[in-house]
């Protein structure tokens, strides 16, 4: 039989440091009842201590180990962030392959195509073809890009001081995003020379230590140790692979032709999807400064060379178009647009918006991914812009 309650909450004589008056026991008082709470158990010192010595033997050895991923990827450097060059990379340098055909050509460009790698498929022959001007493609891959128009402009101008070159400036709605300069870029030095914020062509340790944190979350990346070791264990493989991406351009710096196929849309396609959907959920959300003051300081640039260059707004599949359109991509488009109208009244210049490629008559199927597209419909664009400009501007 359980006790009554009065049993269970009743208190010992040696609660209340004395002892329990003579006579009938009194009745519990109303409310709580006092219960008898043991002590706790006492904590055994050196199991603690030998707990505290494990969790910092782990931190230690943590710390040690992405210092040693740190290190690795820091000296291989295998996307050429940092510009330590001491082994090749695993990225290509299309920087690096236009700037030795702009030292290597006999007379200067009297038309300069500019842009991301959109612009790559513009021929200059053809561009020759239609207005009778020596052409060069100065396009370089990459998100973003004008302050590469800007290091490229400046390189050739510095190059001819002389020469007074047109310009055909491909400028996509991603060329305003939020960005830093990229490493292939600012460790290109006759490129990096023009670029603010390109100190990791000196090598020194503080240049190479404020590029490392820089790009922290690639230098300290598994990922990115995986390629570094694919460099150290390959490098006459990966000395290849950047030959043969050198081959694939002409000597007028655009990419070779290269016909459609399923295939290659089947495997790239979805890749443009992520990249973009990416990029529009994460990260573009307004123009950037910087990349306006770039845009800016290049028409200034050329106005000053007495030109009047003619920009193009590139298009984008209709496919990509109908998965990034509501995420941000119709938003940015008119903020561009907007963006360069109003700038008409301060620096010389055409604007061309191509984005819609029913303007010119594009095939949807010529395109290798959701914004690279094949000549058949950089020809159309070409033609359509020219006749819409009324020719270059003089």
Known sequence: MNPPDE?????????????????????????????????????????????LAFLLALAL?????????????????????IGT?????VTTSDRTIKADFIEKLKQPPQLVVLGSSRSMRYEPAYLQQKTGLRTFNAGVNGIGGTADAW????????????????????????????????????????????????????????????????????????????????????RDKVKRTYQKYRSKFLPDGSLGERSWTQREWDRRFPKSVKRYTDLYRNA????????????ERTLKLMN???????????????????????????????????YVTS??????????????ITKFGADPQQFYDGVHMTTIN????????LQQAGGLPK
């Open 7 to 51: 049993e269970l909450f009743a208190r010992a004589p040696e609660d209340g440091g004395e002892e329990p008056p003579a006579g009938p026991e009194p009745a519990p008082q109303a409310g709580l009842k006092k219960r008898i709470i043991p002590d706790p158990p006492e904590i055994d010192q050196a199991k603690g201590r030998k707990t």
């Open 61 to 81: 050895a943590a710390f040690l180990v992405m210092a040693a991923v740190g290190t690795l990827n820091t000296l291989a450097d295998p996307y050429g962030m």
């Open 85 to 89: 060059k001491l082994l090749p990379t």
């Open 151 to 234: 290091a490229m402009t400046n390189f050739i101008h510095d190059r001819w001081p002389d020469a007074r070159p047109a310009y055909f400036w491909l400028l996509d709605v991603e060329s305003f995003v939020p960005f830093k300069v990229q490493g292939r870029t600012a460790n290109e030095p006759r490129l990096a020379q023009y670029v603010e914020g390109s100190g990791t062509i000196q090598h020194t340790p503080a240049a190479v230590a404020r590029s490392v944190w820089d790009n922290r979350s690639s230098v300290f990346s598994w990922v990115t140790a995986k390629d570094s070791l694919r460099v150290l264990m390959n």
């Open 284 to 295: 573009y959300k307004k123009l950037d400064p910087e990349a306006q003051s770039y845009f």
């Open 304 to 338: 000053d060379q007495g030109a009047t260059p003619l920009i193009v707004l590139t298009p984008i599949n209709p496919k990509l178009l109908k998965v990034i359109g509501p995420l941000g991509w119709d938003e940015r488009h008119r903020q561009v647009v907007d």
């Open 343 to 356: 700038l008409e009244s301060k620096y010389q210049f055409v604007f061309v918006d191509i984005t819609d």
């Open 378 to 385: 950089t020809r159309r664009a070409i033609d359509y812009v």
